[in-house]
């Protein structure tokens, strides 16, 4: 039976590359999007392209109450799209970026970052349970700003790092069901996240570029196939792990 695999976030950056990698792989996949419609269904007729199916449903990740609506649309989509009453793997992508110093963070942008990276996390995961397959996978995103410390990330990184914890506890209390939870912890990706930062600012690029093992910048490609791959049966026996995908930044 084909796998299908909800993904947010997936309209552009890595969710969309995400998208397309499992399709690659001969996967189905479901992308949700927060605000662009039209660049969510570019990723859907890519993937049909590649002669998988594909929809596109919208979601606010950091609307908690909005949850069992789109786990309703959800279901419906599964039954009129494939026939089934679940899907295989969900990939929690969708968010953000804050940069401001730990001093000048407002409170505003703390919850900002709290309600899509952690509490819509949880709880989306939560709503989605009854619907993900015994067998499944999760991944969650991170990021190496975990590991590494820059000035500007602090609270970033903190929801991120609350990430990596719930992921093993997931781990644990789904393991009854097979389902594998793991994190995957990009380092710099040139994307348009935090303003495309990492990608259009040459100072902040070749800086980390000369902090890397491998002696660049990481791509999208670096990381949507990783992520299909962890998805896959070769990697049934992952789970509980902080994956960190970065070239060997700050090593």
Do not use: C
Request: proline letters at 3%.
């Amino acid at each position: 039976m084909t796998k299908i695999t909800l993904i947010t976030g997936a309209s552009r950056g890595l969710g969309r590359n995400t998208a397309l990698s499992v399709a690659r792989r001969g996967g189905d996949v479901i992308v949700t999007y927060h605000s662009r419609s039209a660049d969510a269904q570019a990723v859907v007729a890519e993937v049909q392209a590649l002669g998988r199916k594909a929809v596109a449903l919208q979601l606010d990740t950091g609307a908690v109450a909005t949850f069992p609506a789109f786990a309703a649309q959800l279901r419906s989509a599964l039954h009129t799209t494939w026939q089934r009453d679940s899907f295989d793997h969900l990939v929690n992508n969708a968010g953000h970026g804050e940069f401001a110093p730990f001093a000048s963070t407002t409170e505003a942008q703390f919850d900002g970052l709290v309600n899509v990276h952690l509490k819509g996390v949880f709880f989306l995961t939560q709503a989605l349970l009854p619907l993900l397959a015994d067998g499944g996978r999760i991944v969650n995103f991170s990021s190496g700003l975990t590991r590494l410390n820059y000035p500007g990330f602090a609270a970033y990184a903190a929801m991120k790092g609350a990430v990596e914890v719930l992921t093993g506890y997931l781990a644990k209390e789904l393991g009854a069901r097979g389902i594998a939870v793991n994190t995957v912890a990009p380092g710099a990706i040139e994307t348009d996240f935090g303003g495309g930062a990492v990608r259009d600012n040459a100072a902040m690029n070749q800086h980390i570029a000369q902090i890397t093992a491998l002696g660049r910048v990481g791509v999208p490609d670096d990381i949507g196939p990783m992520v299909a791959s962890l998805l896959s049966e070769d990697n049934r026996w992952v789970n509980a792990q902080r994956i960190e995908v970065s070239g060997g930044q700050g090593i």
